[in-house]
């Protein structure tokens, strides 16, 4: 019963922005780093960036100044910001949640949200 829901994908302008959101039900990601991956046709999927349940941030190096995480424990959502969107963002946008539950550390893929960049 644990689902992650990805949303806020769409065609967007190069240099437009975009916040992605991931629902998460079934679990409180209040415990959780949740973390954002990317994954562009034919290439393999590669991490993006997480943010730890006490909102701890990494990112990777290539990612750096163009996208934030965050998370909002309240509604039980992590987002991610990007910004100055190019063409090479165009991917399709996976959030991931990695999750202490009965002692037991799991993860947890949601199905993606798609971002194309076009104009």
């Known amino acids: 019963q644990v689902q992650l829901v990805e949303s806020g994908g769409g065609l967007v302008q190069p240099g437009g922005s975009l916040r992605l959101s991931c629902a998460a039900s079934g679990f409180a990601i209040r415990t959780a780093a949740m973390s954002w991956h990317r994954q562009a046709p034919g290439k393999e999927r590669e991490w993006v960036a997480t943010i730890s349940n006490q909102a701890n941030t990494n990112y990777a190096d290539s990612m750096k100044g163009r996208f934030t995480i965050s998370r909002d424990d309240a509604k039980n959502t992590a987002y991610l910001q990007i910004n100055s969107l190019k063409p090479e963002d165009t991917a399709g946008y996976y959030c991931?949640?990695?999750?202490?539950?009965?002692?037991?550390?799991?993860?947890?893929w949601g199905q993606g949200t798609q971002v194309t960049v076009s104009a």
């Open positions: 991931k949640a990695l999750s202490l539950t009965m002692g037991r550390v799991t993860t947890y």
